[in-house]
């Protein structure tokens, strides 16, 4: 009979490595598509990454939201005349200079306005530019799961006993729900921070209207804080993906596989908190509120 117990036992053992590594050959599959998508998502412009969302915000912002800046602007202008000429002396000490002033705040008021767009996309273009030349630098493999590591994991499964088979399984079980979970925080970062782009960009000529008062420009300047915050966080997200590339890459030295499956959550779960705060992050370096 021993020779059947032993046979039980070795399919038991086959059977349980088998499970084992096509749970961690899914895991590693979906988390490695979710980060290598980072870079591609990251890299795309607003009117690249959805044309279709990036003409509906275009629309609105020119059809719905320009008008109001028009008003605003008008208010802010006829504000602005007013303090020019109330400025020295109530009017006693009138300089005429302020009017050709005003007339070129107008001017710049005005131009400002009508290239709200072409303005906005510059400073997207720029960043852009910085974030695809980052990821060229990007040497590291963001893959988890290399060959070289899944063999030397299934060559450890293969010297366990059947106890320590079904211990990796359950772990494996409670890992790959956490993975999934941090694989869906990573598509929310990367996606919302697009969707905040068009957000941002949708209502971009209310504020850019006060630019020309000293009393109301800070309206306009901290959008345009907050738009080169919302910019570079793309920056940021690339750093975290470069840190990570070279932190997954010392995965493969890991003789233990428990201290593999662990040091493979460490890592994703700091990826994700990473990039969780990278926006907040990008709007303490510019100040933006």
């Known amino acids: 009979m021993d020779w ?27 988390v490695n598509d979710q980060v290598a998508d980072i870079a591609v998502q990251v890299g795309q412009t607003p009117e690249g990454w959805n044309s279709g969302v990036f ?6 912002s020119e ?7 028009g008003m605003i602007l008008t208010f802010v202008l006829c504000y602005e005349l ?17 009017i050709y002033k005003w007339i070129f705040k107008t001017f710049v008021a005005v131009y400002i306005l009508t290239n709200t767009f072409n303005i906005v996309m510059a400073v997207f273009d720029m960043a852009q530019s910085v974030i695809n030349a ?16 899944m063999t030397a994991l ?29 694989s869906i925080i990573i598509f929310i970062v990367v996606v919302g921070r697009m969707l905040e782009i068009y957000l941002t960009v949708s209502v971009a000529p209310i504020p850019l209207s006060t630019m020309v008062n000293r009393e109301w420009s800070g309206v306009g300047n901290n959008y345009l804080k907050a738009l080169l915050a919302v910019a570079f966080q793309g920056f940021l997200i690339m750093v975290c993906v470069a840190i990570y590339s070279v932190l997954v890459g010392s995965i493969v030295d890991a003789a233990n596989i428990h201290i593999a499956i662990w040091t493979v959550v460490g890592y994703t779960t ?8 990278s926006g907040g992050l990008a709007k303490t370096i510019f100040l933006a509120s």
Do not use: H
């Open 134 to 149: 980052s990821a060229g630098l990007i040497t590291g493999s963001t893959d988890l799961g290399s060959p070289a590591m």
């Open 154 to 182: 299934e060559a450890t499964l293969v010297d366990m006993e059947i106890g320590e088979l079904i211990g990796v399984w359950l772990q494996i079980q409670l890992i790959g729900f956490a993975m999934f979970v941090m």
């Open 270 to 277: 700091l990826l994700c908190t990473l990039l969780l705060k």
């Open 63 to 69: 059809t719905v939201v320009l008008p109001i800046a």
């Open 82 to 98: 007013i303090q020019l000429i109330i400025e020295k002396n109530n009017l006693q000490d009138f300089d005429t200079f302020n």
């Open 55 to 60: 003409s509906m915000v275009r629309n609105l």
């Open 4 to 30: 059947l117990f032993d046979g039980i036992t070795e399919w038991m053992k086959q059977f349980l490595t088998d499970g084992i590594m096509a749970s961690f050959a899914s895991i590693f599959g979906y």
